[in-house]
């Protein structure tokens, strides 16, 4: 099963690098505090459909619905291809991690 898929998001900003993401597993609580190793999260939990916003080290915006398994991903303008790739790296490594533990 591929861990991930992805997509470039529509949105009205022109020139923005904001991407989908459909995980193979849920963002529950426990995938997104891995995310606090490389950065910071709020987490709003009053909202009808309770969601989360990351940012990581460089710049990298995630957020998503808690308990869903699609997020959106704002990368960088700048080297925004080499944040990309980092954080697929990274995304695949935390997918790992949560599919050994649940085998």
């Known amino acids: 099963m591929k861990q991930y898929e992805w997509k470039k998001a529509e949105n009205c900003f022109g020139g923005s690098n904001i991407y989908e993401y459909r995980l193979a597993i849920k963002a529950d609580e426990g995938f ?9 999260i709020k987490y709003h ?33 700048g080297d925004w291809e080499g944040s990309k790739d980092r954080f697929e790296i990274f995304l695949a490594e935390l997918i790992n991690q949560r599919f050994g533990r649940e085998r």
């Open 32 to 40: 997104i505090e891995c995310l606090s190793a490389s950065g910071s």
């Open 45 to 77: 939990r009053n909202f009808p459909r309770p969601f989360f916003q990351a940012i990581l080290a460089d710049g990298t915006a995630i957020k998503g619905v808690i308990a869903d398994s699609v997020i959106k991903v704002s990368f960088p303008q």
